[in-house]
């Protein structure tokens, strides 16, 4: 069929022009798009193309419209009707049937060489409803990586992917893909309503697909930008979405129905930090599951913390800027390979927590970076936007489809990885609109103060949403301030006047810092800075704390856990295993970055990760090696093994100092008691000389103390001075008790001692 050509008068039956009665001849009638919706459908700056394409009721019948670049011919096929469109140039094609209502229809495009016979885009209602354009509008859908993104679905009983994005300030919105030979021109999106969201199903596409989204700018420029909410990326540096449908079974039931049954803050909480690319270079995820679960179990770890997980461009920041946010990275297999490593760990009785990185973002011009033209997941404000230490964009928490945006992101890790805590990278950063900034590169708060109230309510809203979805997950704040209230619940108020932020636990750098600068010193220095290592009980109980020896502390000229200890090997071995032991027993939960645990004397570094060769039993210091690796395995195994360690963390009256002030014996010991009272000595003399009899006071009421671990000891490496006999108590008072016990004090050597 041919429509009439535009210009022409429509004809009657004997070829004359048709005559309204009374009135000159009626308009002729073009199906053609008009000059101005031709244009804006040619510049992808269309905000409404189902009003164009497709097929619409016109005057005396259906018009049929189609945007087809580079068809020679379109075709409509419906029922037994074939009828061919007329070519408008530019790849639009149109034609006017003589039918009274819209027909099930079907397109046959024919292009140089092949002819393809498809459904038509333009004839699908939208995929997104009501209630999710008014919950996207509110900032509060709690699972928007399901409106948003890419989705292989059935829509009205057609299979195809549905593609939505958030770009407000677009003039247009297209798809561009593998599948359309990356020109979006024949898929522009419409935008729906008033909520900066485009949407277009596309009949026919599925899983696999590579696309990005092709966004007109408000200058009229246009950018190629992957997708904000793609679950699936390519391999860097390549930089495509990828179009994904999981088909992964969970087998974890058993964990997760147990995870939540003791509080966190009251359960052994043992971790081991894990740059997963570098663990066993060149391993995949699944490669990583087959060995991964079998050395954390034999090393009696609780948890692993998994760094770097969400997609990211450059190796080299360990996944701290990260471009994909709702995507693994692609660099060790797919979606479903990262959820078969953590079902295994989970599995293996391995709970596992993820580096999560809300603060910042970079600047890649396919990425997030002025997304849709001008400043969206960032700051409007420039002085706000940039990031003073790391080159990135911090992002723009006050903005409520920002803040949903990064909720819904911890929310995913949860829900969809089985994810167990979230690691929380920067709240400092976050926390203070003065962070490394210089007077008058920050603007001070509503009340005149320096805190980022927009931050807090958005740090408040994640803990918030997470708990209550997902009991048994634990968030936990990598925070280096003095914040009040980092794991106070979110509606209890502080002296500030803040409400807690919701954190189950906090990083305590202030513990790490000042305990290695202790450590750091010749022992003969030592007694000069006794407080380094005891000033963290004055506010251990002021928040829930990790103590963490993470990569940060082992890289960039810091040196190596081992290293970074004085003397020669045999002291620097000996201090390792002193300090770790000491860490173990110390109020708060524990953090071993991989490496440290067989005392690896070089830094670690993402390009070739641990130096497994020193436990080859062909190396000569193999038994070094490997004697601090038993130690930390004999640490964890006591640990869980004993509730004093762990079950009154947070309760001041879980710790009770013995010695705090032998600064020159180089002595510190103090008792740690479970709920029920039961206690364990710990005693870390960190001077290189052996002491006898030296007396400690203890409770009247233990007939006997019995060594539990002694670091000391020769299958660490130790000089083998230990007690292998029971310790009973004389009666003589000492440090404030009713009895005391003598104790022969290994050189540079932690004790730990229980009821016989």
Request: aromatic share 12%; net charge negative.
């Amino acid at each position: 069929m041919t429509p009439p050509k535009k210009g022409k008068k429509a004809a009657g039956k004997n070829g004359k022009p048709v005559k309204r009665p009374g009135g000159p001849p009626a308009p002729a009638f073009s199906p053609a798009p008009d000059a101005a919706d031709r244009e804006r459908l040619l510049h992808g700056t269309h905000h409404d193309p189902h009003s164009v394409l497709g097929a619409h009721q016109g005057p005396g019948g259906v018009v049929f419209r189609a945007l087809r670049p580079y068809a020679r011919s379109v075709t409509v096929v419906a029922g037994g009707l074939r009828a061919e469109l007329h070519d408008d140039g530019d790849g639009f094609f149109s034609g006017l049937l003589p039918l009274t209502e819209v027909p099930a229809y079907r397109l046959l495009v024919e292009y140089e060489g092949t002819t393809l016979e498809t459904e038509d885009a333009y004839r699908f209602l939208p995929t997104l409803g009501e209630l999710d354009l008014h919950l996207i509008g509110e900032g509060r859908h709690e699972e928007l990586w399901t409106v948003l993104g890419a989705h292989p679905t059935t829509h009205e009983d057609v299979a195809g992917t549905r593609f939505s994005v958030w770009a407000p300030n677009a003039r247009g919105v297209r798809v561009a893909g593998s599948f359309n030979f990356w020109d979006g021109t024949g898929c522009p999106m419409r935008s729906l309503g008033s909520s900066g969201v485009w949407e277009l199903f596309v009949p026919g596409v599925g899983e696999g697909e590579l696309y990005k989204f092709d966004i007109a700018r408000p200058d009229g420029s246009h950018t190629l930008r992957a997708d904000p909410l793609a679950r699936r990326t390519e391999i860097p540096p390549a930089t495509s979405s990828i179009v994904h449908a999981s088909r992964y079974a969970w087998g974890d039931e058993e964990w997760l129905a147990r995870r939540g049954g003791t509080p966190v803050h009251e359960a052994p909480f043992s971790v081991y930090e894990v740059h997963l690319a570098s663990w066993r270079p060149g391993l995949t995820y699944r490669q990583l599951a087959e060995q991964l679960p079998a050395y954390v179990s034999d090393l009696g770890f609780t948890h692993v913390e998994l760094m770097p997980v969400a997609e990211h461009p450059f190796g080299g920041s360990w996944g701290y800027q990260v471009t994909g946010f709702y995507a693994p990275t692609a660099r060790l297999g797919t979606p479903d390979d990262f959820k078969y490593l953590v079902d295994a760990l989970h599995r293996a009785g391995i709970g596992v927590l993820m580096d999560w990185v809300p603060a910042h973002f970079p600047r890649d011009e396919w990425a997030l970076a002025e997304f849709d033209g001008r400043p969206l997941y960032e700051h409007e404000d420039p002085l706000r936007a940039a990031h003073p230490d790391w080159g990135t964009l911090e992002f723009d928490f006050g903005r409520r489809e920002v803040r949903n945006f990064l909720v819904a992101n911890a929310v995913y890790w949860c829900e969809e990885f089985h994810i167990d805590g979230l690691r929380v990278d920067a709240v400092a950063s976050m926390l203070y609109l003065d962070y490394s900034r210089e007077p008058g590169q920050w603007t001070p708060n509503e009340h005149g103060g320096r805190e980022n109230l927009d931050a807090v309510a958005f740090l408040q809203e994640m803990n918030a949403t997470v708990y209550r979805r997902n009991p048994g997950v634990v968030t936990v704040a990598e925070e280096s301030t003095a914040w009040d209230g980092v794991t106070r619940a979110t509606h209890h108020r502080g002296p500030s006047g803040f409400g807690g932020l919701g954190f189950g636990l906090k990083w305590n750098m202030g513990w790490m810092h000042d305990s290695l600068q202790y450590m750091a010193h010749e022992p003969v220095h030592r007694k000069y800075h006794h407080h380094e290592m005891t000033f963290s009980m004055v506010y251990a109980y002021s928040e829930n704390y990790v103590l963490p020896i993470s990569h940060d502390e082992v890289v960039h000229g810091k040196r190596s856990l081992v290293s970074k200890m004085p003397g020669d090997w045999w002291q620097q071995r000996a201090d390792l295993r002193a300090y770790l032991a000491f860490m173990w027993a110390h109020p708060g939960k524990q953090l071993l970055f991989m490496g440290q645990e067989f005392a690896q004397g070089a830094e670690w570094s993402e390009a070739h990760g641990p130096d497994w060769w020193l436990l080859d039993s062909a190396y000569g210091a193999e038994p070094d090696h490997r004697g601090v690796r038993d130690l930390v395995r004999d640490l964890n195994t006591a640990y869980r093994a004993t509730p004093a360690l762990w079950q009154r963390d947070t309760d001041p009256a879980g710790f009770e100092w013995v010695v705090g002030d032998a600064a020159d014996d180089n002595v510190f010991a103090f008792l740690r008691r479970d709920a029920e009272g039961a206690p364990v000595l710990c005693v870390s003399h960190l001077s290189p000389v052996v002491r006898h009899d030296y007396r400690l006071g203890v409770p009247d009421d233990i007939p006997a103390w019995h060594e539990t671990l002694n670091t000391d000891a020769e299958r660490y490496g130790g000089s083998g001075v230990t007690h292998p006999d029971p310790l009973k108590p004389e009666p003589q008072p000492w440090h404030g008790r009713p009895a005391s016990v003598r104790l022969t004090l290994p050189p540079l050597a932690t004790v730990w001692l229980r009821p016989a």
